[in-house]
Protein backbone atom coordinates (compact mmCIF):
# COMPACT_ATOMS: atom_id res chain seq x y z
CA UNK A 1 0.00 0.00 0.00
CA UNK A 2 1.12 3.47 -0.96
CA UNK A 3 1.02 6.19 1.68
CA UNK A 4 -1.96 8.44 0.95
CA UNK A 5 -0.73 11.18 -2.26
CA UNK A 6 -2.50 14.22 -0.81
CA UNK A 7 -0.26 13.57 2.01
CA UNK A 8 2.43 16.61 3.50
CA UNK A 9 5.93 15.15 3.82
CA UNK A 10 5.31 14.98 7.31
CA UNK A 11 2.16 12.83 7.45
CA UNK A 12 4.20 10.25 4.97
CA UNK A 13 6.93 10.31 7.51
CA UNK A 14 4.64 9.51 10.30
CA UNK A 15 2.70 7.19 7.70
CA UNK A 16 6.62 4.78 7.53
CA UNK A 17 7.18 4.99 10.83
CA UNK A 18 3.71 3.13 11.62
CA UNK A 19 4.33 0.73 9.05
CA UNK A 20 7.97 0.10 10.25
CA UNK A 21 6.98 0.21 14.00
CA UNK A 22 4.47 -2.56 12.97
CA UNK A 23 6.80 -4.78 11.20
CA UNK A 24 9.88 -4.10 13.82
CA UNK A 25 6.51 -5.30 16.00
CA UNK A 26 5.65 -8.37 13.96
CA UNK A 27 9.33 -9.67 14.13
CA UNK A 28 9.88 -8.80 17.64
CA UNK A 29 7.01 -10.96 18.59
CA UNK A 30 8.18 -13.95 16.08
CA UNK A 31 11.80 -13.43 17.27
CA UNK A 32 10.34 -13.90 20.88
CA UNK A 33 8.13 -16.41 19.94
CA UNK A 34 11.01 -18.45 18.30
CA UNK A 35 13.15 -18.14 21.22
CA UNK A 36 10.55 -19.44 23.53
CA UNK A 37 9.75 -22.10 20.66
CA UNK A 38 13.47 -22.99 20.66
CA UNK A 39 13.97 -23.19 24.75
CA UNK A 40 11.33 -25.95 24.96
CA UNK A 41 12.89 -29.22 26.10
CA UNK A 42 11.13 -32.46 24.10
CA UNK A 43 9.14 -34.02 27.54
CA UNK A 44 11.86 -36.57 27.76
CA UNK A 45 15.77 -36.41 26.83
CA UNK A 46 19.38 -37.97 27.88
CA UNK A 47 21.17 -35.33 30.18
CA UNK A 48 24.11 -36.30 27.74
CA UNK A 49 22.12 -35.07 24.73
CA UNK A 50 21.69 -31.79 27.41
CA UNK A 51 24.37 -29.22 26.35
CA UNK A 52 27.00 -28.19 23.82
CA UNK A 53 29.59 -30.50 23.87
CA UNK A 54 32.90 -28.19 25.13
CA UNK A 55 36.28 -30.49 24.90
CA UNK A 56 38.16 -28.22 26.56
CA UNK A 57 40.92 -28.37 24.19
CA UNK A 58 41.60 -31.83 25.06
CA UNK A 59 40.68 -35.06 22.38
CA UNK A 60 36.69 -36.29 22.11
CA UNK A 61 35.23 -33.90 19.29
CA UNK A 62 36.66 -37.10 16.39
CA UNK A 63 35.43 -40.16 18.52
CA UNK A 64 32.41 -41.38 17.30
CA UNK A 65 29.65 -41.52 19.59
CA UNK A 66 31.14 -38.85 21.80
CA UNK A 67 29.67 -35.72 19.76
CA UNK A 68 26.64 -35.55 21.68
CA UNK A 69 24.23 -32.57 19.35
CA UNK A 70 21.68 -30.44 21.17
CA UNK A 71 19.15 -32.07 22.65
CA UNK A 72 16.38 -31.93 20.06
CA UNK A 73 12.88 -32.58 20.14
CA UNK A 74 13.03 -36.08 19.76
CA UNK A 75 15.93 -36.88 22.19
CA UNK A 76 18.87 -38.66 20.09
CA UNK A 77 19.34 -42.28 22.40
CA UNK A 78 16.62 -44.41 23.58
CA UNK A 79 16.48 -46.14 26.88
CA UNK A 80 16.10 -49.43 24.61
CA UNK A 81 18.98 -49.27 22.30
CA UNK A 82 21.46 -49.64 25.55
CA UNK A 83 25.47 -48.21 25.34
CA UNK A 84 27.46 -49.22 22.08
CA UNK A 85 29.94 -51.53 22.19
CA UNK A 86 32.51 -48.81 22.94
CA UNK A 87 30.47 -47.39 25.53
CA UNK A 88 29.66 -48.28 29.03
CA UNK A 89 26.06 -47.15 30.58
CA UNK A 90 26.37 -45.10 34.03
CA UNK A 91 24.44 -48.41 35.57
CA UNK A 92 27.34 -50.53 35.32
CA UNK A 93 29.76 -47.86 37.11
CA UNK A 94 29.14 -49.90 40.43
CA UNK A 95 31.50 -50.69 43.50
CA UNK A 96 31.82 -54.96 43.62
CA UNK A 97 28.19 -56.62 43.60
CA UNK A 98 30.21 -60.05 44.92
CA UNK A 99 31.42 -57.94 48.41
CA UNK A 100 29.52 -58.24 51.13
CA UNK A 101 28.25 -55.08 53.04
CA UNK A 102 30.24 -53.80 56.05
CA UNK A 103 27.60 -50.90 57.53
CA UNK A 104 24.04 -51.69 56.03
CA UNK A 105 21.56 -49.19 56.89
CA UNK A 106 17.84 -48.63 55.94
CA UNK A 107 16.31 -45.19 55.23
CA UNK A 108 12.72 -44.84 54.78
CA UNK A 109 11.58 -41.75 53.69
CA UNK A 110 7.81 -40.08 54.67
CA UNK A 111 6.01 -37.08 53.60
CA UNK A 112 4.59 -35.76 56.76
CA UNK A 113 4.02 -32.83 58.85
CA UNK A 114 7.13 -32.10 60.99
CA UNK A 115 7.15 -30.15 64.90
CA UNK A 116 10.38 -29.45 65.75
CA UNK A 117 11.16 -29.68 69.68
CA UNK A 118 9.77 -25.90 70.27
CA UNK A 119 9.07 -25.16 66.61
CA UNK A 120 5.75 -24.62 64.36
CA UNK A 121 4.54 -27.26 62.67
CA UNK A 122 5.44 -27.66 58.73
CA UNK A 123 4.87 -29.61 55.71
CA UNK A 124 8.15 -31.56 55.43
CA UNK A 125 9.78 -35.24 55.28
CA UNK A 126 11.57 -37.60 57.43
CA UNK A 127 13.96 -40.35 57.41
CA UNK A 128 13.11 -43.36 59.66
CA UNK A 129 11.00 -41.16 61.45
CA UNK A 130 12.89 -37.73 62.41
CA UNK A 131 14.75 -34.94 60.15
CA UNK A 132 17.40 -35.18 59.86
CA UNK A 133 17.76 -38.65 58.87
CA UNK A 134 20.23 -40.76 61.07
CA UNK A 135 23.61 -40.00 60.89
CA UNK A 136 25.54 -42.78 59.12
CA UNK A 137 28.99 -44.01 60.50
CA UNK A 138 31.64 -46.23 58.87
CA UNK A 139 35.57 -46.97 58.88
CA UNK A 140 37.36 -45.95 55.76
CA UNK A 141 37.93 -48.77 53.35
CA UNK A 142 34.38 -50.31 54.59
CA UNK A 143 31.87 -51.25 52.19
CA UNK A 144 28.47 -49.17 53.19
CA UNK A 145 24.78 -50.48 52.04
CA UNK A 146 22.17 -48.29 52.29
CA UNK A 147 18.79 -49.30 51.36
CA UNK A 148 16.24 -46.26 50.48
CA UNK A 149 12.81 -47.00 51.04
CA UNK A 150 10.01 -44.78 49.81
CA UNK A 151 7.03 -44.67 51.96
CA UNK A 152 4.84 -41.79 50.65
CA UNK A 153 7.08 -38.97 49.19
CA UNK A 154 4.62 -38.39 46.56
CA UNK A 155 7.29 -36.62 43.66
CA UNK A 156 10.10 -39.86 44.36
CA UNK A 157 12.98 -39.84 46.26
CA UNK A 158 16.77 -40.62 45.57
CA UNK A 159 20.08 -40.13 48.40
CA UNK A 160 23.17 -38.25 46.62
CA UNK A 161 26.39 -38.60 49.09
CA UNK A 162 27.06 -35.18 48.85
CA UNK A 163 30.84 -35.01 48.66
CA UNK A 164 31.58 -38.53 48.35
CA UNK A 165 33.36 -39.93 45.25
CA UNK A 166 31.17 -42.85 44.56
CA UNK A 167 30.61 -45.43 41.80
CA UNK A 168 28.38 -43.26 39.62
CA UNK A 169 25.82 -45.78 39.58
CA UNK A 170 25.48 -44.68 43.06
CA UNK A 171 25.31 -41.30 42.44
CA UNK A 172 21.44 -40.41 43.52
CA UNK A 173 20.70 -38.38 40.58
CA UNK A 174 17.27 -38.83 39.43
CA UNK A 175 16.62 -38.80 35.32
CA UNK A 176 20.96 -39.01 35.40
CA UNK A 177 22.04 -42.14 37.30
CA UNK A 178 19.14 -43.90 38.46
CA UNK A 179 14.99 -43.44 38.07
CA UNK A 180 13.09 -41.19 41.30
CA UNK A 181 12.48 -43.69 43.65
CA UNK A 182 8.41 -43.59 43.52
CA UNK A 183 6.31 -44.50 46.62
CA UNK A 184 6.63 -48.15 47.55
CA UNK A 185 9.78 -48.61 45.97
CA UNK A 186 13.20 -49.07 47.12
CA UNK A 187 16.55 -48.61 45.81
CA UNK A 188 20.26 -50.45 47.19
CA UNK A 189 23.18 -47.38 47.00
CA UNK A 190 26.34 -49.30 47.66
CA UNK A 191 29.72 -47.83 47.79
CA UNK A 192 33.60 -47.92 49.80
CA UNK A 193 33.92 -45.11 52.20
CA UNK A 194 37.75 -44.32 50.51
CA UNK A 195 37.29 -40.87 51.95
CA UNK A 196 37.77 -39.89 55.75
CA UNK A 197 36.05 -37.54 56.50
CA UNK A 198 32.54 -35.34 56.90
CA UNK A 199 29.60 -35.63 54.28
CA UNK A 200 26.35 -35.41 54.04
CA UNK A 201 23.20 -37.57 51.97
CA UNK A 202 19.98 -35.67 50.62
CA UNK A 203 17.77 -36.18 48.09
CA UNK A 204 18.20 -35.65 44.56
CA UNK A 205 15.22 -35.62 43.39
CA UNK A 206 13.23 -32.43 43.70
CA UNK A 207 16.07 -31.51 45.74
CA UNK A 208 15.24 -27.80 46.83
CA UNK A 209 11.45 -28.95 48.50
CA UNK A 210 13.22 -32.39 49.66
CA UNK A 211 16.36 -30.52 51.63
CA UNK A 212 14.54 -27.99 52.55
CA UNK A 213 11.55 -29.78 54.51
CA UNK A 214 14.29 -32.64 55.54
CA UNK A 215 15.01 -35.04 53.52
CA UNK A 216 18.92 -35.50 54.60
CA UNK A 217 21.44 -36.47 57.19
CA UNK A 218 25.13 -36.92 58.22
CA UNK A 219 27.67 -39.27 56.48
CA UNK A 220 30.59 -39.53 58.17
CA UNK A 221 33.63 -41.79 57.16
CA UNK A 222 36.51 -42.17 60.55
CA UNK A 223 40.09 -43.53 59.95
CA UNK A 224 40.95 -47.16 60.57
CA UNK A 225 43.07 -47.42 64.11
CA UNK A 226 45.91 -47.00 61.78
CA UNK A 227 45.56 -44.20 60.40
CA UNK A 228 43.99 -42.62 63.67
CA UNK A 229 47.43 -43.80 65.36
CA UNK A 230 49.52 -42.05 62.54
CA UNK A 231 47.31 -38.72 62.95
CA UNK A 232 47.20 -39.06 66.75
CA UNK A 233 51.44 -39.47 66.27
CA UNK A 234 51.62 -36.17 64.30
CA UNK A 235 49.48 -34.14 66.89
CA UNK A 236 46.84 -34.89 69.50
CA UNK A 237 43.61 -36.03 68.09
CA UNK A 238 40.30 -34.87 69.43
CA UNK A 239 39.05 -37.03 72.16
CA UNK A 240 35.14 -35.93 71.45
CA UNK A 241 33.82 -36.66 67.76
CA UNK A 242 30.29 -34.62 67.30
CA UNK A 243 28.05 -33.94 63.95
CA UNK A 244 26.59 -30.70 63.97
CA UNK A 245 24.67 -30.24 60.67
CA UNK A 246 22.71 -26.86 60.26
CA UNK A 247 19.84 -26.58 58.87
CA UNK A 248 16.99 -23.68 58.15
CA UNK A 249 13.39 -25.65 57.67
CA UNK A 250 10.37 -24.36 56.29
CA UNK A 251 9.21 -21.75 58.68
CA UNK A 252 12.92 -19.89 59.31
CA UNK A 253 13.91 -22.17 61.95
CA UNK A 254 17.37 -22.25 62.10
CA UNK A 255 18.43 -25.48 63.59
CA UNK A 256 21.82 -27.79 64.53
CA UNK A 257 20.76 -31.50 64.40
CA UNK A 258 17.02 -30.82 64.28
CA UNK A 259 17.11 -28.43 67.28
CA UNK A 260 16.32 -24.75 66.88
CA UNK A 261 18.57 -22.43 69.13
CA UNK A 262 20.73 -23.59 71.80
CA UNK A 263 21.41 -27.14 71.95
CA UNK A 264 24.59 -28.93 74.54
CA UNK A 265 26.62 -31.36 73.80
CA UNK A 266 28.38 -32.67 77.27
CA UNK A 267 32.36 -32.61 77.78
CA UNK A 268 35.06 -32.55 80.32
CA UNK A 269 37.32 -29.62 80.76
CA UNK A 270 40.34 -30.08 78.85
CA UNK A 271 39.01 -32.19 75.96
CA UNK A 272 39.63 -31.60 72.79
CA UNK A 273 36.86 -31.92 70.25
CA UNK A 274 36.02 -31.85 66.73
CA UNK A 275 33.09 -30.51 65.56
CA UNK A 276 31.57 -31.54 62.10
CA UNK A 277 30.14 -28.44 60.91
CA UNK A 278 27.80 -29.30 58.09
CA UNK A 279 25.86 -26.20 55.62
CA UNK A 280 22.64 -28.03 54.55
CA UNK A 281 21.60 -24.60 53.83
CA UNK A 282 21.29 -22.92 50.21
CA UNK A 283 23.40 -20.25 51.44
CA UNK A 284 26.49 -19.82 52.72
CA UNK A 285 26.93 -19.54 56.84
CA UNK A 286 29.36 -18.07 59.22
CA UNK A 287 30.48 -20.10 62.03
CA UNK A 288 32.86 -18.93 65.08
CA UNK A 289 33.67 -20.19 68.28
CA UNK A 290 33.97 -18.26 71.66
CA UNK A 291 35.33 -19.81 74.96
CA UNK A 292 37.79 -21.08 73.22
CA UNK A 293 40.58 -20.60 69.71
CA UNK A 294 39.91 -22.82 67.59
CA UNK A 295 41.63 -24.85 64.36
CA UNK A 296 40.38 -25.60 60.85
CA UNK A 297 41.03 -29.45 61.20
CA UNK A 298 39.48 -30.19 57.59
CA UNK A 299 36.95 -28.42 54.80
CA UNK A 300 34.68 -30.76 52.55
CA UNK A 301 36.22 -34.12 54.08
CA UNK A 302 39.80 -33.47 53.29
CA UNK A 303 42.19 -32.54 56.29
CA UNK A 304 44.08 -29.21 56.25
CA UNK A 305 47.35 -29.26 56.36
CA UNK A 306 49.28 -27.62 59.69
CA UNK A 307 46.33 -25.66 60.64
CA UNK A 308 46.85 -23.08 62.89
CA UNK A 309 45.25 -21.31 66.04
CA UNK A 310 42.85 -19.23 65.21
CA UNK A 311 40.88 -16.36 67.23
CA UNK A 312 38.30 -13.44 66.27
CA UNK A 313 37.71 -14.73 62.99
CA UNK A 314 34.92 -16.71 61.72
CA UNK A 315 35.07 -19.29 59.06
CA UNK A 316 32.62 -19.52 56.17
CA UNK A 317 31.22 -22.40 55.08
CA UNK A 318 29.69 -22.67 51.65
CA UNK A 319 26.48 -24.40 51.18
CA UNK A 320 26.69 -27.73 51.17
CA UNK A 321 30.26 -27.64 52.35
CA UNK A 322 32.09 -28.92 55.97
CA UNK A 323 34.92 -27.84 57.91
CA UNK A 324 35.48 -29.42 60.63
CA UNK A 325 36.76 -27.72 63.86
CA UNK A 326 38.92 -28.53 66.87
CA UNK A 327 37.69 -26.89 69.56
CA UNK A 328 39.53 -27.49 73.58
CA UNK A 329 36.87 -27.24 76.38
CA UNK A 330 38.28 -24.62 79.42
CA UNK A 331 38.53 -25.21 82.69
CA UNK A 332 35.62 -23.82 84.48
CA UNK A 333 33.23 -22.94 81.43
CA UNK A 334 32.10 -24.25 77.91
CA UNK A 335 33.16 -23.36 74.10
CA UNK A 336 29.93 -22.39 72.31
CA UNK A 337 30.30 -22.72 68.27
CA UNK A 338 27.82 -20.57 66.81
CA UNK A 339 25.97 -19.77 63.71
CA UNK A 340 23.74 -16.48 62.72
CA UNK A 341 20.60 -18.18 65.02
CA UNK A 342 21.74 -21.47 66.52
CA UNK A 343 24.53 -22.41 68.61
CA UNK A 344 26.39 -25.71 69.98
CA UNK A 345 27.58 -25.44 73.72
CA UNK A 346 30.26 -28.09 74.19
CA UNK A 347 31.34 -28.53 78.29
CA UNK A 348 29.89 -29.83 81.47
CA UNK A 349 26.45 -29.74 82.38
CA UNK A 350 25.63 -26.21 83.50
CA UNK A 351 28.60 -24.48 82.82
CA UNK A 352 28.00 -21.12 80.73
CA UNK A 353 29.53 -19.47 78.11
CA UNK A 354 28.21 -16.37 76.45
CA UNK A 355 27.18 -15.40 73.00
CA UNK A 356 28.92 -13.43 71.13
CA UNK A 357 28.46 -11.91 67.68
CA UNK A 358 30.33 -12.30 64.63
CA UNK A 359 33.93 -11.64 64.52
CA UNK A 360 34.37 -8.82 61.57
CA UNK A 361 37.27 -11.06 59.66
CA UNK A 362 36.48 -14.01 57.92
CA UNK A 363 39.26 -16.83 57.35
CA UNK A 364 40.95 -16.99 54.62
CA UNK A 365 41.25 -20.43 53.32
CA UNK A 366 43.53 -19.69 50.48
CA UNK A 367 46.48 -18.88 52.72
CA UNK A 368 45.34 -21.26 56.05
CA UNK A 369 47.47 -23.89 57.03
CA UNK A 370 51.23 -24.81 55.58
CA UNK A 371 51.89 -25.93 51.94
CA UNK A 372 52.02 -29.61 51.00
CA UNK A 373 52.41 -31.22 47.56
CA UNK A 374 49.50 -32.54 45.83
CA UNK A 375 49.12 -35.64 44.23
CA UNK A 376 49.26 -34.26 40.40
CA UNK A 377 50.44 -31.57 38.26
CA UNK A 378 47.93 -29.09 37.16
CA UNK A 379 50.97 -27.19 35.33
CA UNK A 380 49.93 -28.76 31.77
CA UNK A 381 46.38 -30.13 31.84
CA UNK A 382 45.07 -32.26 29.51
CA UNK A 383 41.73 -29.91 29.18
CA UNK A 384 40.60 -26.59 30.16
CA UNK A 385 37.24 -25.51 30.40
CA UNK A 386 35.99 -21.69 31.59
CA UNK A 387 32.90 -22.16 33.66
CA UNK A 388 31.43 -18.78 33.12
CA UNK A 389 28.61 -17.57 35.40
CA UNK A 390 26.21 -14.70 34.13
CA UNK A 391 22.72 -14.34 33.91
CA UNK A 392 20.29 -13.07 31.48
CA UNK A 393 16.93 -12.79 30.32
CA UNK A 394 14.80 -15.43 28.53
CA UNK A 395 13.45 -18.23 28.03
CA UNK A 396 14.39 -21.61 30.65
CA UNK A 397 12.18 -24.07 29.13
CA UNK A 398 9.30 -22.22 27.50
CA UNK A 399 9.50 -19.76 30.76
CA UNK A 400 10.41 -16.21 30.35
CA UNK A 401 12.53 -15.44 33.15
CA UNK A 402 15.68 -13.56 34.23
CA UNK A 403 18.27 -16.89 34.29
CA UNK A 404 21.00 -17.87 34.81
CA UNK A 405 23.60 -18.80 32.23
CA UNK A 406 26.71 -20.74 31.69
CA UNK A 407 28.88 -19.09 29.61
CA UNK A 408 26.27 -17.03 27.91
CA UNK A 409 24.42 -20.34 27.34
CA UNK A 410 21.01 -21.32 29.13
CA UNK A 411 18.82 -24.81 28.87
CA UNK A 412 20.53 -26.86 26.21
CA UNK A 413 22.61 -24.29 25.27
CA UNK A 414 24.78 -24.64 28.02
CA UNK A 415 28.33 -26.23 27.78
CA UNK A 416 28.65 -29.97 28.76
CA UNK A 417 32.34 -30.70 29.76
CA UNK A 418 33.81 -33.99 28.37
CA UNK A 419 36.52 -35.44 29.67
CA UNK A 420 38.27 -38.82 29.54
CA UNK A 421 39.40 -40.94 32.30
CA UNK A 422 43.00 -40.03 34.00
CA UNK A 423 43.08 -36.27 32.65
CA UNK A 424 44.34 -33.59 34.33
CA UNK A 425 41.57 -30.83 34.30
CA UNK A 426 42.05 -27.11 35.14
CA UNK A 427 38.95 -25.19 35.25
CA UNK A 428 38.33 -21.52 35.57
CA UNK A 429 35.02 -20.84 37.29
CA UNK A 430 33.58 -17.12 37.45
CA UNK A 431 31.25 -15.34 38.12
CA UNK A 432 29.36 -11.81 36.92
CA UNK A 433 26.08 -12.56 37.57
CA UNK A 434 25.37 -10.16 40.71
CA UNK A 435 25.06 -13.06 43.41
CA UNK A 436 27.35 -15.81 44.73
CA UNK A 437 27.21 -19.02 43.75
CA UNK A 438 27.88 -21.68 46.13
CA UNK A 439 29.65 -24.23 43.07
CA UNK A 440 29.45 -28.38 43.48
CA UNK A 441 31.10 -30.87 41.23
CA UNK A 442 29.76 -34.61 41.55
CA UNK A 443 32.19 -37.47 42.04
CA UNK A 444 35.19 -35.67 42.27
CA UNK A 445 37.48 -33.28 44.78
CA UNK A 446 38.76 -29.91 43.37
CA UNK A 447 41.86 -28.26 44.46
CA UNK A 448 41.99 -24.49 44.58
CA UNK A 449 44.67 -23.18 42.76
CA UNK A 450 44.79 -19.78 42.43
CA UNK A 451 41.37 -16.69 43.65
CA UNK A 452 41.38 -13.37 41.38
CA UNK A 453 45.06 -14.91 40.10
CA UNK A 454 46.29 -15.22 43.46
CA UNK A 455 47.92 -18.70 44.10
CA UNK A 456 47.19 -21.08 46.97
CA UNK A 457 49.75 -19.96 49.80
CA UNK A 458 48.40 -22.20 52.36
CA UNK A 459 47.02 -25.98 53.01
CA UNK A 460 45.93 -27.83 49.84
CA UNK A 461 42.56 -26.30 49.57
CA UNK A 462 40.16 -29.05 48.40
CA UNK A 463 36.68 -28.70 48.23
CA UNK A 464 33.62 -30.38 46.32
CA UNK A 465 31.56 -27.00 47.15
CA UNK A 466 33.18 -23.99 46.58
CA UNK A 467 31.27 -20.23 47.16
CA UNK A 468 31.94 -18.03 44.37
CA UNK A 469 31.05 -14.69 45.30
CA UNK A 470 30.20 -12.29 42.32
CA UNK A 471 33.32 -10.40 40.58
CA UNK A 472 35.64 -13.52 42.00
CA UNK A 473 37.11 -15.80 39.52
CA UNK A 474 38.49 -19.54 41.00
CA UNK A 475 40.75 -21.52 38.97
CA UNK A 476 40.54 -25.34 40.01
CA UNK A 477 41.50 -28.37 39.20
CA UNK A 478 40.88 -32.21 39.05
CA UNK A 479 41.83 -35.61 38.34
CA UNK A 480 39.02 -37.52 36.08
CA UNK A 481 38.96 -40.39 37.99
CA UNK A 482 35.98 -41.39 38.03
CA UNK A 483 34.22 -42.56 35.13
CA UNK A 484 30.24 -41.50 34.79
CA UNK A 485 28.11 -38.08 34.26
CA UNK A 486 28.71 -35.99 36.80
CA UNK A 487 26.37 -33.06 38.10
CA UNK A 488 28.11 -29.46 37.74
CA UNK A 489 25.73 -27.14 39.58
CA UNK A 490 25.23 -24.37 41.89
CA UNK A 491 24.02 -25.87 45.32
CA UNK A 492 21.96 -22.74 45.98
CA UNK A 493 19.08 -25.14 45.25
CA UNK A 494 16.85 -22.88 43.69
CA UNK A 495 19.56 -21.54 41.30
CA UNK A 496 19.97 -25.27 39.88
CA UNK A 497 16.33 -24.91 39.52
CA UNK A 498 16.74 -21.99 37.52
CA UNK A 499 19.12 -22.65 35.40
CA UNK A 500 23.09 -23.04 36.80
CA UNK A 501 23.36 -26.69 36.18
CA UNK A 502 25.33 -28.95 33.78
CA UNK A 503 27.53 -32.22 33.66
CA UNK A 504 30.98 -33.02 33.10
CA UNK A 505 30.74 -36.31 31.14
CA UNK A 506 33.44 -39.13 30.61
CA UNK A 507 33.39 -39.64 26.87
CA UNK A 508 31.93 -42.77 25.76
CA UNK A 509 29.32 -42.85 29.06
CA UNK A 510 25.72 -43.03 28.02
CA UNK A 511 22.76 -43.10 30.51
CA UNK A 512 19.64 -45.08 30.14
CA UNK A 513 17.80 -42.66 32.29
CA UNK A 514 16.05 -39.95 31.28
CA UNK A 515 15.01 -36.14 31.96
CA UNK A 516 12.30 -34.27 31.24
CA UNK A 517 8.67 -33.58 32.16
CA UNK A 518 7.54 -36.08 30.90
CA UNK A 519 10.02 -38.61 32.86
CA UNK A 520 8.88 -37.95 36.49
CA UNK A 521 12.41 -37.60 36.92
CA UNK A 522 13.34 -34.25 38.08
CA UNK A 523 17.10 -33.59 39.99
CA UNK A 524 16.82 -30.33 40.89
CU1 LIG B 1 24.58 -31.82 47.33
CU2 LIG B 1 24.03 -32.13 43.28
O1 LIG B 1 24.26 -32.01 45.29
CU1 LIG C 1 23.72 -20.06 42.55
Redesign the pocket.
Known sequence: MLPPRTDSAKSRWAWFARRLGAVLGVVAVGLVGWMWWASVLPGSYSAIDMGVPDFGGGPGAETPGAAHGHVSASGTRTAASGPAADETSVSDLTADPDRPADVHVELIARAERVTLPGGAPFDGFTLNGSTPGPTIRATEGQLVEVVLRNEDVPAGVTA?W?GVDVPNAMDG?AGVTQDAVMPGQTFTYRFVAEQVGTFWY?A?QA?HPQVVGGLFGALIFGPTPQTDAAAAAAGNPPVLDVVAAIHTYPGGARTINGAIGDSHQEAAPGDSVRVRLINTDSTPTSAWVSGSSFRVLAVDGHDLVGPTAVADQSVQITA?GRADLEVRVPAGGAVRVQVPGASLVIGPHGAHVDQTSAPRDPLDLLSYGEPAPTAFDSDAPDRRFTYDIGRLPGFLDGRPGYWWTINGGLGAGVPMYMVDEGDVVVMTISNSSGEAHPM?L?GHHLLVLTRDGVPSSGSPWWVDSLDVAHGESFEVAFIADNPGVW?D?C?NLPHAAEGLMTHVAYNGVTTPFRLGRDTGNDPE
Do not use: I, L, R
Open positions: HHVHHSGHHMHH
